[in-house]
């Protein structure tokens, strides 16, 4: 018990000792941590735009008004039975002329459209994916069958997806250089403050060797210390997430125009718990290193 | 209690700081090492505490052999052997009580028996009047009494004392040297560095003389020359 009183007495004097070199180290903790946090929720927010975006993704076949119905009966089987498809939908061509209705109802700038009779619109098929990746495959499928079966043409929209997903990757293997560079400064910070904090007790240290003392519970003041700077780092990072997050989003969505991609609350936590833990590796690890150094000589 | 056998020293620029050493110290024992400045003498403590290795041959204390010890198991062969300095190495922001508390405390004692052991320890050296001053309001006879305690209130089994009278003036070195005898005589073996001619002369006990690293004379009731 005792031991556990001077081992937590002992960190806090540390930390509260050397106040400017604790704000500078404590300061760059939350920063990198800060950037570590933007990095996952942009991830975050990328992968789920993609997965709405691709959840969008689909192939249209256009169909041939000469097409029988076995046909096309035939030809929706066989598509549906392509892993990657998701659903296959008919749509006749009376109900293209109809949905062409309704959307220029919205748009003056389309006008009525007039009946005359006569509609020059074909019934296609509406192909929805599982998967993103397969839209390629599936639409060269399709259009192999071009002129010798019911299809007449066939449209497909992947670009959008790809572009995102070379985003993600760019901003993942981009985020995740910038993030080694601040783990690597923010521990030689860290470091250099408990070897500051090591040399300020080197009496101490010194004595508790000669009576005795554990290696660990020489270290153990030095660890919770780095941990105590790890701790506010934290704290500061996510203060200033939590006021940031709100308008940094409501900018970004105006920005880019984007549907806004909810993170939900169980998200939240879990990065809050994931800066928290990493923050009190880093601060730990960093004090270790400092400790066990000063111990090895 | 310690014992020496065909122990050197050698620093890498190839001077020996120990040469060719046997030697065996018995439990209970009062033994003065003498010798010039370098002639090996706190390069002998620091192999009992295994802050040095030994170049080759074996050093054991209580049946340990000290080179072999693992590094876990160093802080417990140095709760066995407390050792005093000439500097006397306290912390000035502690008063002497928290001084002598403080090496039960690093070595999880609990409350009760950092309470009443510390204050055996400053009753058996003299200083319960002076428990809440800190060093710096102390004489250098008080200092050392202060490290004295803080060796003592482990309980070792040896005490070492590397020039624990270098820094004070005579009348305050042989009330240290009544101490450590007095230690001794309460059953503690004690082991006292030393280049202070009149208190070796004065005791007339073990003299274990070295120079250059080399054990040069090893009496029973010595003088501090021969």
Do not use: C
Not at chain 1, 224 to 241: C, N, Q, R, S, Y
Not at chain 1, 251 to 256: D, G, K, T, V
Request: no cysteine; net charge neutral.
């Amino acid at each position: 018990m005792t031991r556990v009183v001077y081992v937590l007495t002992a960190a806090w004097q540390g930390f509260t000792r050397s106040t400017y070199m604790t704000i500078a180290s404590t300061l760059t903790v939350a920063l990198m941590l800060l950037l570590f946090a933007f990095f996952v929720v942009t991830d975050r927010g990328l992968q789920s735009a993609v997965s709405l975006l691709e959840s969008k993704v689909e192939l249209v076949a256009y169909l041939s008004d000469d097409a029988k119905l076995s046909q096309i009966l035939d030809l929706k089987t066989r598509i549906e039975r392509d892993p990657a498809v998701a659903r296959v939908d008919y749509v006749s061509k009376d109900d293209a002329m109809k949905r062409l209705k309704d959307l220029a109802s919205d748009r003056p700038d389309i006008g009525p459209i007039a009946d005359t009779g006569t509609n020059p619109l074909p019934a296609s098929l509406e192909i929805k994916l599982a998967s993103a990746q397969d839209s390629q495959r599936v639409a060269a499928e399709l259009r192999a069958e071009i002129g010798s079966g019911a299809v007449t043409d066939v449209a497909d929209n992947p670009q959008v997806v790809d572009k995102l997903l070379t985003i993600t990757r760019v901003l993942s293997i981009g985020g995740l250089a910038v993030l080694g560079m601040m783990l690597f400064v923010a521990l030689f910070v860290i470091v250099n403050t408990i070897r500051i904090a090591v040399h300020a007790r080197r009496d101490e240290i010194e004595i508790m060797q000669l009576v005795g003392a554990t290696d660990r519970l020489v270290a153990a003041p030095f660890v919770i210390e780095g941990m105590l700077v790890g701790l506010f780092g934290a704290a500061i990072a996510l203060l200033a997430l939590i006021a940031g997050a709100g308008p940094v989003t409501a900018a970004l969505i105006q920005f880019l125009d984007i549907l806004p991609v909810s993170l939900g609350p169980n998200f939240l936590a879990q990065l809050a718990g994931g800066v928290v833990a990493f923050a009190l590796l880093m601060g730990a690890g960093g004090a270790t290193i400092s400790v066990r150094t000063h111990l090895a000589k | 209690m310690i014992s020496l056998e065909d122990v050197s020293k050698r620093y890498p620029n190839g001077t020996y700081a120990l040469r060719d050493i046997d030697l065996r110290v018995e439990a209970g024992e009062f033994v003065f090492v003498v010798g010039s400045s370098g002639a090996g003498k706190s390069t002998l403590n620091r192999l009992l505490i295994r802050d040095e290795l030994p170049s080759t041959g074996r050093v054991s204390v209580d049946g340990q052999d000290v080179a072999r010890l693992a590094r876990s198991k160093v802080p417990l062969l140095r709760r066995k052997v407390g050792i005093v300095f000439q500097d006397f190495k306290l912390l000035q922001t502690k008063t002497v009580f928290e001084n002598v508390a403080f090496a039960l405390i690093v070595t999880g004692h609990d409350g009760g028996t950092v309470r009443d052991e510390t204050e055996r320890a400053l009753a058996l050296v003299g200083l319960t009047s002076r428990r809440d001053h800190f060093p710096r309001e102390l004489s250098g006879g008080e200092q050392q009494r202060t490290a004295i305690a803080r060796a003592l209130v482990m309980r070792p089994k040896v005490l070492v004392a590397d020039e624990p009278t270098g820094n004070l003036d005579p009348v305050t070195t042989w009330e240290i040297i009544k101490l450590l005898v007095r230690v001794n005589e309460l059953g503690t073996t004690v082991m006292v560095a030393t280049h202070n001619a009149e208190i070796v002369n004065a005791l007339r006990r073990r003299v274990i003389h070295l120079d250059h690293g080399r054990v040069i004379r090893d009496e029973a009731e010595g003088m501090y020359a021969a």
